[in-house]
């Protein structure tokens, strides 16, 4: 296949050299020339990956016209916040029977929507696959084994995802659960930051595992509510991804909230890492949902707290150690167990 990849970052990058090594056609779109991992004088992918050689097919461009045309497919690997506007223009470049690939993750911030729901503002009637789960872009330009969901609400599209993107080294599962694949992907990063904190603050091993769980149950709280499945929370898009960036040194999120722990300000703790950490737009986002919605969603609200409220991190950990007591065991509504399963 033909494909465009739009966003010359880190998973941009390697969704690219990814699909070239797959046997397709690629280009990558980025915005700044000098950020693009084509440079004249190099042929490693400097300055993203210097360490690994650039293929020579690799194509770069800054001109979004030219990077989709004739383009049969048309991957989004982009921040959150700039989805909305780089789509609107999208519109009049996009070739008939193009098919979009969402692998960005997180919620537009203005009004808390869904990402998959912004394309359905911007590029109404374009066929749309959302590409999700736990994954580091440096993983896959190595070449280490990993798996991801394709959902779309055709089962046709989701199939020729996972088609084009599976390999020995990448398992594509598909799912017709665009809500939950989306909230799973999105949700995750702001549990991310919490258990950062937690390990930024010294808190150890078990405090990271219960945060991990606890907040689970807030991922299917809010994810539910919003109209996703329990299968996809407890699957890649959820459990996996929240499992992988809440406990990887490689997650910008988790490092997000070691920094703060550590006693750095936010400001600090973003000029060092240098790149976009998607949990701290989406843990804005994220409240106000919980909010309007009655969804319980104690983890949540601290990391908010801490983010845009000037809450220390040892006071937000105590809140959450001192909440009232109470069952664990709350069945959700959509969950039955029949004899024999656990």
């Not at 470049?93 to 929507?113: D, F, N, R």
């Not at 199939?159 to 594509?172: I, L, T, Y």
């Not at 909230?183 to 603050?201: E, F, M, P, R, Y």
Request: hydrophobic share 45%.
């Amino acid at each position: 296949m033909r494909w465009a990849v739009l966003g010359g970052g880190h998973w941009g990058t390697a969704l690219a050299v990814y699909l070239l090594r797959q046997g397709h056609t690629v280009q990558l779109w980025g915005r700044c020339a000098k950020r693009l991992p084509c440079q004249p004088d190099r042929v490693d992918l400097f300055p993203i990956f210097p360490q690994c050689a650039r293929p020579e097919n690799l194509c770069c461009t800054v001109d979004l016209g030219v990077a989709v045309r004739n383009s049969e497919g048309i991957v989004l690997a982009i921040p959150s916040h700039a989805l909305r506007a780089l789509t609107t223009t999208l519109r009049a470049y996009l070739p008939p029977a193009a098919l979009l690939v969402l692998a960005s993750k997180g919620l537009e911030m203005q009004t808390t929507l869904r990402l998959d729901q912004v394309l359905r503002e911007t590029v109404p009637n374009v066929p749309l696959v959302v590409l999700s789960g736990p994954s580091f872009a440096h993983d896959l330009i190595l070449g280490k084994p990993l798996a991801m969901t394709a959902a779309s609400t055709s089962p046709a599209y989701a199939q020729r995802v996972a088609e084009a993107f599976g390999s020995a080294q990448m398992r594509v599962y598909t799912s017709d659960d665009v809500a939950g694949v989306c909230l799973g992907g999105a949700i995750k990063n702001v549990l991310a930051i919490a258990a950062g904190i937690s390990d930024g603050l010294g808190n150890g091993d078990s405090a990271r595992a219960a945060l991990i769980t606890r907040g689970m149950a807030e991922l299917h709280r809010l994810g539910t509510a919003l109209g996703g499945r329990t299968e996809s929370f407890m699957g890649l898009a959820g459990a996996g991804d929240l499992i992988l960036t809440a406990s990887s040194d490689l997650s910008r999120n988790r490092r997000v909230g070691v920094g703060l722990g550590r006693g750095l300000s936010l400001e600090a703790v973003l000029r060092e890492i240098g790149e976009e950490a998607e949990g701290v737009c989406t843990a804005q986002a994220l409240f106000q949902l919980a909010q309007r919605l009655g969804v319980d969603m104690p983890i949540t609200e601290q990391v908010y707290r801490v983010l845009f409220e000037g809450t220390a991190p040892r006071v937000a950990s105590d809140v959450l150690m001192h909440r009232a007591r109470r069952s664990e065991l709350r069945m959700p509504p959509d969950v039955t167990l029949s004899s024999g399963e656990s």
